[in-house]
């Protein structure tokens, strides 16, 4: 179900385009920019493109409004007053993504409010690959006054020493790349420990 209003989302901007295009040019180069655009959005919304989907929701339908009237601007300078028909699909279009994007900063906000408070664990992709030879056999998360975070154990089938097992995963020293570009500040780092009996592998949010 969520995917299906995913996609409805990401689409929507191209068929409200479609139902007040006046012209052939200007109608299928903003029609086929805003196509590019959910297709995109799509893209980040199954995993197939790495970005944050908070903010490639907000920023699409930032945009989306902003290239419409761009399009209908370039439409009116070449053609006749529209008809009175085109003005009530016009307003209703710009109602429509006017509610569109007040979900959008709404549910922004919702979650920017959420990530604030910390509580919440990176998720299972977080942790890192493993090589050939290397397999987690256990995973979880674990919480303490500095937040959440996703911990797992991994061995070494091939028989390698724990600092080799952390050389392997290159992780020798914490990494830490940033989550989001808007609404989530947070960096991603992940790291691993030898507790002396093993090798601990986690992935935390740093503020």
């Known amino acids: 179900m969520l995917t299906v209003l995913g996609i409805l989302f990401a689409v929507a901007p191209a068929v409200v385009w479609t139902a007040i295009a006046r012209t052939r040019p200007v109608g299928f180069a903003i029609g086929g920019m805003l196509l590019a655009g959910g297709s995109l959005l799509i893209g980040v919304q199954q995993g197939w493109i790495h970005a944050p989907r908070p903010d490639a929701h907000l920023v699409f339908t930032i945009l989306s409004p902003l290239l419409i009237v761009c399009g209908a601007g370039l439409e009116g300078r070449h053609e006749n007053s529209p008809p009175p028909e085109w003005m009530a699909r016009r307003n209703g279009a710009i109602g429509f993504l006017g509610m569109q994007f007040a979900l959008t900063l709404v549910a922004g906000l919702l979650y920017a409010l959420m990530i604030s408070e910390g509580s919440d664990a990176p998720p299972s992709k977080a942790l890192p690959s493993m090589p050939p030879g290397i397999s987690m056999i ?26 080799e097992i952390i050389r392997e995963l290159g992780l020798r020293q914490e990494r830490c790349r940033s989550s989001g570009w808007l609404l989530d500040w947070r960096d991603l780092c992940v790291g691993a420990r030898d507790n002396g009996e093993n090798v601990t592998i986690y992935a935390g949010w740093g503020y």
């Not at 006054?145 to 600092?163: H, N, Q």
């Open 138 to 163: 256990n995973e979880g998360t674990s919480c303490g006054s500095g937040g959440c975070w996703r911990v797992a154990t991994v061995t070494s089938e091939d028989g390698l020493s724990r600092p």
